[in-house]
């Protein structure tokens, strides 16, 4: 085995260990031997809400642990394929399972990082175009781009719900789920405004434009949340589905549109031809902004009368700018810079992430 991939293997192995010890396979086997014992017990559906939280919790940790056993087993396997590999003279297949086994213990090192109640849960985003007209619009599909990019290649699918496209370029506003566990984690740091410095493509005099586009991030949200929705709180429409430049994309009034009368949020979904499906989709979106919008007000009472020590979760702040002219990308919120815009727009985003994801855990450790 060559050098190079004995040290590549060594440092797996501590990354390994050290988040075994974070996450205590021992502890999580204790808590599965509990949640069993209260799975068993034929009396847990008397409490659907109690019963569902148990399940789910069980799952979790079941999962947790054959993924770490999964990797350690992997890992132990690799100096055996290396072998194996020597003999035929061929390592191409162990170099692919080394690159597999490095993807798949990174991902999981980010989730040790990740604290947060709602962290675990896949992500909504909602995209919306802001000052700077057209260029603003093909900003916001920059940016939906670059997040389709980034979950695709790792292995996340998308769905679209819904997508308002503006009259000469780009669009008006987006929304949008991201499947996996940790999304909410992982995307919730993009939360906030998104500056582009650009010379714009649709000035003929080649003038250097600003814009904005301000993206959202929420959980999605689950049955124990509980969020109520009386029917009398909300405004159904439905209307046609459209596509780029106002097309029809279907001849039935599938889309829908759900306004909640006392918040006045609006959120739309056509991604289904069906009128149900749609309203569902809708339902689950408004339910995760409802709950959302409630934490923040709970936030700001317990924030009365001191400073945020964290700022990364400010929404209205403009977080990051991306400066085309200079191939830069800064970060305002913890200074990061780096010059591949191109690679991160591109969804090329884990460096970012990881400074940003390094930079709120000191903060968090300096503020407790």
């Not at 999580?28 to 031997?33: F, K, S, T, V």
């Not at 014992?37 to 069980?58: F, I, R, Y």
């Not at 949340?225 to 039935?252: A, E, K, L, M």
Request: hydrophobic share 40%; with cysteine.
């Amino acid at each position: 085995m060559q050098p190079e991939v004995s040290a590549d293997l060594s440092d797996l192995d501590g990354t390994l260990t050290t988040i075994e010890k974070v996450m205590d396979p021992e502890a999580l086997a204790a808590r599965i031997r509990e949640l069993e014992a209260q799975a068993g017990d034929p009396s847990l559906w008397d409490d659907p809400v109690h019963a569902q939280k148990v399940t789910s919790e069980l799952s979790a940790a079941q999962a947790k642990v054959r993924k770490l056993e999964a990797l350690r087993g992997r890992l132990e396997d690799m100096p055996v394929m290396y072998e194996l590999a020597e003999e035929e003279g061929d390592s191409s297949l162990a170099d692919e399972e080394l690159d597999s086994l490095e993807s798949a213990i990174e991902s999981l090192e980010v989730t040790t990082m990740l604290s947060g109640e709602y962290d675990p849960r896949e992500a909504v985003i909602n995209i919306r175009s802001g000052a700077g007209g057209v260029d603003a619009a093909d900003w916001a599909e920059m940016l939906m781009r670059m997040y389709t990019r980034w979950a695709e290649k790792h292995g996340h699918k998308v769905d679209v719900y819904d997508i308002s496209y503006a009259e000469e370029a780009g669009i008006k506003s987006a929304t949008f789920v991201v499947h996996g566990e940790y999304m909410y984690g992982q995307l919730s740091v993009e939360q906030g405004a998104h500056r582009l410095v650009r010379i714009s493509p649709f000035d003929n005099q080649g003038r250097r434009q600003t814009s904005f586009a301000e993206v959202e991030v929420l959980p999605v949200v689950e049955q124990t949340d509980h969020i109520d929705i009386p029917d009398n709180d909300v405004r159904v429409d439905v209307y046609r589905s459209s596509g780029p430049g106002g097309q029809s994309v279907n001849t039935t009034d599938s889309a829908v549109r759900i306004t909640h009368l006392p918040t006045g949020i609006v959120v739309t979904c056509q991604k289904e031809r069906s009128q149900i499906q749609n309203k569902a989709r809708a339902l689950q979106v408004l339910a995760a902004r409802l709950q959302a919008l409630a934490e923040e007000q709970a936030e700001a009472e317990a924030a009365q009368g001191r400073a945020a020590q964290i700022r990364t979760l400010d929404r209205s702040e403009r977080i990051r700018t991306y400066n085309w002219p200079e191939n830069r990308i800064s970060d305002h919120r913890i200074g990061f810079k780096a010059n591949n815009l191109d690679s991160v727009l591109n969804g090329d985003m884990e460096d970012l992430f990881t400074a940003l994801r390094t930079a709120e855990r000191a903060a968090r450790l300096e503020a407790e």
